[in-house]
């Protein structure tokens, strides 16, 4: 069966350190690979896209990447802070073509001062 | 995201009542979906909608219907609310025109089912 793992549900980290998130996929070929962050009470918002012909993305202190012989994506965010503390979720499309969109339960990061 | 808005926002029911979640968008989107969110299970897809005559049954469907009556007008009803229905749903939005489907959410609807 298909399923995408953020393999913690939650992550505490110094702030000032990098903070390193893990999204792993199976029975998929996912086209891209997006990263959203919830907020408590609020809905998810996009930060980044990687697509699978892309091994790295960066935006400012985000940075993705994609390994589709892994199926797995890494998000890092350098130089954390407290505003940082968020839930991130993955989602990705399961195939070329797909418009829905599957998510991951999410990992809860919390950065301490 | 303001563009997304979402009515109400919070909702107490009982068990067997119908009752109606909506959720209008300015962004001028084709495409629109209904998701709900449960701790320890994340965002799961109800159902979406690629334009108003088009409907789609996404992974959990079963025991809701929805209605496209605007480009910018999308409905979910739950037409007898069990109180296993008692979660947050979101509404998203994404562009047609642009390949990889970002999509942006309401605000969300927290929806008690007593």
């Known amino acids: 069966s298909q399923k995408i793992e953020q393999n913690s549900e939650a992550l505490n980290i110094q702030e000032g350190k990098t903070a390193t998130l893990t999204c792993n996929y199976t029975n998929y070929s996912p086209a891209y690979l997006q990263w959203y962050r919830q907020d408590p009470g609020r809905g998810p918002v996009f930060l980044l896209l990687?697509?699978?012909?892309?091994k790295e993305k960066r935006k400012e202190r985000l940075k993705v990447t994609f390994d589709t012989t892994l199926k797995q994506s890494l998000f890092h965010i350098t130089a954390s802070q407290p505003a940082d503390s968020a839930t991130y979720l993955c989602?990705?499309?399961?195939?070329?073509?797909?418009?829905?969109?599957?998510f991951g339960k999410g990992t809860k990061l919390s950065v301490i001062p | 995201d303001a563009d997304v808005t979402q009515t109400p926002r919070n909702r107490i029911t009982k068990t067997g009542k119908r009752i109606m979640l909506e959720c209008s968008q300015t962004?001028?989107?084709?495409?629109m979906y209904w998701y709900r969110q449960d701790p320890g299970l994340g965002l799961r897809l109800i159902y979406y909608?690629?334009?108003?005559?088009?409907?789609n049954k996404g992974e959990i469907s079963d025991g809701y219907s929805v209605s496209r009556q605007a480009q910018a007008k999308f409905s979910l009803s739950l037409e007898s609310a069990i109180p296993n229905q008692t979660a947050l749903y979101f509404c998203?939005?994404?562009?047609?025109?642009?390949?990889?489907?970002?999509?942006?959410f309401g605000p969300g609807t927290r929806l008690t089912v007593l």
């Open positions: 989602a990705l499309a399961p195939g070329a073509g797909s418009y829905q969109l599957t």
């Open positions: 962004k001028g989107h084709d495409r």
């Open positions: 909608s690629f334009d108003v005559k088009d409907i």
């Open positions: 998203a939005t994404s562009d047609k025109l642009v390949g990889y489907n970002e999509q942006f």
């Open positions: 990687i697509r699978e012909n892309e």
